[in-house]
């Protein structure tokens, strides 16, 4: 069965740091570039940041640039996303999701396999 068991969300204050993990079960990162979407309250869904399979290329939503960083460890067939001075309007369940191909991009309908979501809060 092939899963991705996102994990890391949780309740920060302004400013303040996490990391969310994107971990694949019954398959392998390998062959997939990977993204994180975001969903808040009332909105649609969005993308935040992708990286390829290769991770040499990056992509960050204007909104994010300068403080998410995405990276990859595919020996442990994990994908990451840290998110440093975050911003209550960051509040969203973010989602991790799996495209087949080399090269990454922000558009939902390209990714197959989606993520349960995690549920990341700013608020003082």
């Known amino acids: 069965q092939l899963q991705l068991v996102t994990s890391g969300g949780g309740l920060v204050q302004p400013g303040g740091s996490l990391r969310l993990s994107c971990a694949a079960s019954?398959?392998?990162?390998?062959?997939?570039?990977i993204g994180w979407f975001r969903q808040a309250p009332g909105k649609e869904r969005e993308g935040v940041s992708c990286?390829?399979?290769?991770?040499?290329?990056?992509s960050y939503a204007d909104s994010v640039k300068g403080r998410f960083t995405i990276s990859r460890d595919n020996a442990k067939n994990t994908v990451y996303l840290q998110m440093n001075s975050l911003k209550p309007e960051d509040t969203a369940v973010y989602y991790c999701?799996?495209?087949?191909?080399?090269?990454?991009?922000?558009?939902?309908?390209?990714?197959?396999?989606w993520g349960q979501g995690t549920q990341v809060t700013v608020s003082s």
């Open positions: 990286i390829s399979v290769n991770g040499g290329y990056t």
């Open positions: 999701a799996a495209d087949p191909a080399v090269a990454c991009a922000l558009r939902l309908y390209e990714y197959d396999y």
């Open positions: 019954g398959f392998s990162l390998d062959y997939y570039a």
